[in-house]
């Protein structure tokens, strides 16, 4: 999977893949790897019907030692796309989001996070003390929104965190 992303993105200079997994944490974690479905693959179990997956050792860092191994003043975008796994990994950017360098995070939230005890509730608790508004994305637009039980509907969407005070160009 990470190679057809690199293969996607190396002529574009605003893109950077780096070769480690992330993490909160750096060492070794386990992937749950599906060689056939590479998309299903993710550190969290998932049970994915008539699926086995393989137990693959990978290298993990945090993001803010990517972030300060590649020398990057600000983060525009931070895309994560993890199976679930997300929450751990913007725990992995602390700092950055504590020195309000990152200005956009998209990530995905669904019925997957129920295994890895990441609900909604937790990325609000986690961002929003640093400034960050939280919203789903639809198309053409974010709905921001304060924490309400209701979101915690399970279905898989994309979700915005946009530091409030950032420039609204970057989305409204």
Not at 3 to 31: H, I, N
Not at 98 to 124: D, K, T, V
């Amino acid at each position: 999977m990470r190679d057809s992303f690199v293969a996607k993105y190396q002529r574009d200079d605003r893109v950077t893949v780096v070769p480690p997994g992330l993490s909160d944490d750096p060492g070794t974690a386990t992937l749950c790897e599906y060689p056939d479905q590479p998309r299903l693959s993710s550190i969290v179990r998932y049970p994915h019907k008539g699926q086995v997956p393989s137990e693959v050792e990978v290298v993990a860092t945090t993001g803010d030692q990517i972030v300060q191994s590649q020398a990057f003043a600000v983060v525009d975008l931070l895309k994560i796309d993890v199976g679930s796994f997300e929450l751990s990994i913007l725990r992995g950017f602390a700092t950055g989001l504590h020195q309000r360098a990152i200005r956009l995070i998209q990530f995905e939230y669904g019925r997957s996070n129920l295994n890895s005890w990441s609900l909604l509730l937790e990325f609000y608790r986690f961002l929003e003390p640093l400034g960050y508004g939280i919203g789903e994305v639809k198309p053409g637009r974010v709905e921001f929104a304060d924490y309400s039980p209701a979101r915690e509907n399970c279905f898989l969407t994309n979700c915005a965190a946009k530091l409030l005070d950032s420039k609204p160009e970057i989305v409204n």
